[in-house]
Structure formats: structure tokens, C-alpha cells
């Protein structure tokens, strides 16, 4: 059974930081690109970060560039979202997706229909 698990949200302060896990079982890493998505209060899903199982290529929104990071390790079947300097507008559910990543890359790494695995997200919430 095919199955993603995120872990390490949590509540924390402005400027704070945590680290995200996505824990992957019954299906192979390869070719497949990890992403996590995000959806805050009353908004929509969007893509916030993606990596390519197959060549570690990595991809980020706009948003969170230069303040997360996203890694992998393939023995541990587990891809982390390291996000640092949080800010309330990062307040989310947080979700981990799995996908085909040469089709990806060909109709673009945010296009959420073409992620066939999903987590179940864990929250997040930047306040003080």
C-alpha cells in the first residue's frame, strides 16, 4: 500500500523555524519528484517546494525562496522541508505529493493534477 506521511509541523514564532518530514512506503523514489504543497486559511492549494528523486534537481516558489529548503535521503525513504525565518503568512497545512517527474517538467512542477500520491499534511502555524 502506497502511502505518505508527514511529520514536524507544529506551532512556532515569527522567525522560528521547523523541519518538515515525508516519509514514502510501497512505491520506488525513482523518477518520481517529491513536492510539498501548501494550503493557508481560505485560500487555495499552491506549490511551495519539489525535488527530483532522479537527479536531485530542486524547485522552489518565490514565496519561500532563500528560506527553505527542501533534501532528500533516499535510504531512509524520507524528504525534509527545512523552513527557517517563518513568517505568519507561511501558516498551512502542509502536504507532501508524489509524481512523474519528466512529465512534470514538461506541463510545469506546480500542477497539482499530476501528483498521483498525496499526504495527509500536518500543520503549521507561525504566531506569537
Known amino acids: 500500500q502506497v502511502q505518505l506521511v508527514e511529520s514536524g509541523g507544529g506551532l512556532v514564532q515569527p522567525g522560528g523555524s521547523l523541519r518538515l518530514s515525508c516519509v514514502q512506503s510501497?512505491?520506488?523514489?525513482?523518477?518520481?519528484?517529491i513536492a510539498w504543497f501548501r494550503q493557508p486559511p481560505g485560500k487555495e492549494r499552491e506549490g511551495v517546494s519539489c525535488?527530483?528523486?532522479?537527479?536531485?534537481?530542486?524547485y522552489y516558489a518565490d514565496a519561500v525562496k532563500g528560506r527553505f529548503t527542501i533534501s532528500r535521503d533516499n535510504a531512509k525513504n524520507t524528504v525534509y522541508l527545512q523552513m527557517n525565518n517563518l513568517r505568519p503568512e507561511d501558516t498551512a497545512v502542509y502536504y507532501c505529493?508524489?509524481?512523474?517527474?519528466?512529465?512534470?517538467?514538461?506541463?510545469?512542477?506546480?500542477?497539482?493534477?499530476?501528483?498521483?500520491?498525496w499526504g495527509h499534511g500536518t500543520q503549521v502555524t507561525v504566531s506569537s
Open positions: 525535488i527530483s528523486s532522479k537527479d536531485g534537481a530542486t
Open positions: 510501497g512505491f520506488r523514489w525513482n523518477y518520481e519528484a
Open positions: 505529493a508524489a509524481g512523474p517527474y519528466e512529465s512534470l517538467v514538461r506541463v510545469g512542477i506546480w500542477s497539482q493534477s499530476q501528483y498521483y500520491y
